[in-house]
């Protein structure tokens, strides 16, 4: 793992190029380019606020605040997930050149998405204010949240890009997973709904459910996170990095060759 990180510090550049390539690629030809960054979690927050606000009432206080607050996480950790898992076998391109490092292209697709994360997060301010809900001094803990997020992902991203090189049927398995596991996450329902004899494994057995809880901790019912449900998650993330990152650069010399 000090290996991997080692070598994205010494790739830095080639990292944070493909990284402002693929931001720009994005919406370029949109008509409203960037500024869908802010407009598709806006929008999703919004189709799952009238679902769960009206149709299916939630007895919860400023409910869409509530839910985005977990839903922007997810979104960076879906993308990521689902994008990286064929981000090897789509730049077969780059892939084949001499010297190329294929760790940077799994974290390209993590760091563009963390990008979009970043600049999203605002709206949970903005929504906070039109609830009349104003942040405190908790919001100052989110980049440690973030980094324990960024670990977790990474490592997932890892994995999932070198085995569908062997195995091209992971992508569609890992968006039914990612589909899945969004239910399993308490993003559109508070973790109490959850039966008390199955809320220990869910908080422990998913790390996201950690991290997403301790998310709305911070911005949305201003209090610390329970500490052992995010140190849970922490060291899960860590341990998960370090096997994908030693499971990626066992099969490094054959992906060029795979692909």
């Known amino acids: 793992m000090i290996r991997n990180f080692r070598e994205l510090y010494q790739y830095r550049v080639l990292l944070w190029s493909l990284t402002v390539r693929e931001l720009r690629a994005r919406y370029r030809g949109s008509a409203l380019g960037f500024l869908w960054t802010f407009l598709n979690p806006a929008l999703l927050m919004a189709v799952y606020a009238l679902l769960f606000s009206v149709y299916m009432r939630q007895d919860i206080e400023h409910y869409p605040l509530f839910m985005f607050t977990g839903l922007l996480p997810w979104i960076w950790f879906s993308t990521s997930i689902v994008g990286g898992a064929t981000t090897l076998s789509d730049r077969r391109d780059l892939l084949t050149k001499v ?84 239910f399993l996450t308490p993003i559109l329902y508070p973790l109490k709904l959850v039966p008390e004899q199955w809320r220990a494994l869910a908080l422990y057995a998913n790390p996201m459910a950690g991290i997403a809880t301790a998310y709305q901790d911070l911005l949305y019912r201003h209090q610390l996170p329970q500490l052992e449900p995010l140190g849970v998650a922490a060291g899960a993330s860590l341990v998960l990095l370090a096997a994908s990152a030693a499971y990626f650069s066992h099969r490094r010399e054959d992906l060029a060759e795979l692909v």
């Open 99 to 182: 010297h190329f490092p294929p760790q940077v292209l799994p974290a390209t697709v993590v760091l563009t998405n963390g990008i979009n994360f970043l600049l999203s997060l605002p709206l949970v301010f903005a929504l906070g204010a039109f609830y009349g809900v104003r942040p405190t001094w908790h919001a100052l803990l989110v980049p440690a949240l973030v980094a324990v997020q960024a670990l977790l992902t990474l490592g997932l991203t890892y994995f999932v890009s070198a085995l569908n090189v062997t195995f091209r049927d992971v992508q569609p398995i890992v968006g039914n997973l990612m589909t899945l596991g969004f």
